[in-house]
Nanobody, 120 residues
Framework: QVQLVESGGGLVEAGGSLRLSCAAS????????MGWYRQAPGKQRELVAT???????NYADSLKGRFTISRDNAKKMVYLQRNSLEPEDTAVYYC??????????????WGQGTLVTVSS
């Protein structure tokens, strides 16, 4: 099986910074795209950013310039950085990965989510 585990969430004051981490583990042969999504209270889950194994990034148009996604292929990790947090960034942040397993299965895997609360 494959697991994604997020960390780095919590309560942050507005104007503060955030760095979320996501670690992939399990029967992984290769990870292609990795990404971050978020779901604010009462809203649908939305894309924040994705990154390919080669480092090409894609950001949601509405969030472009506010977040930075990066990854470490050797460690099977993806990160999300945000400075100058705003209360509107309060959400559960989910890690996502497209994985080829050692049994040659292609899986889309989600983490359990990490809650970020930004206080004003």
């Amino acid at each position: 099986q494959v697991q994604l585990v997020e960390s780095g969430g919590g309560l942050v004051e507005a104007g503060g910074s955030l760095r979320l981490s996501c670690a992939a583990s399990g029967s992984i042969l290769r990870i292609s795209d990795m990404g971050w999504y978020r779901q604010a209270p009462g809203k649908q889950r939305e894309l924040v950013a994705t990154i390919t194994s080669g480092g090409s990034t894609n950001y949601a148009d509405s969030l472009k310039g506010r977040f930075t996604i990066s990854r470490d292929n050797a460690k099977k990790m993806v990160y999300l950085q945000r400075n100058s947090l705003e209360p509107e960034d309060t959400a559960v942040y989910y890690c996502n990965a497209m994985v080829l397993t050692t049994t040659r299965r292609n899986l889309e895997v989600w983490g359990q989510g990490t809650l970020v609360t930004v206080s004003s």
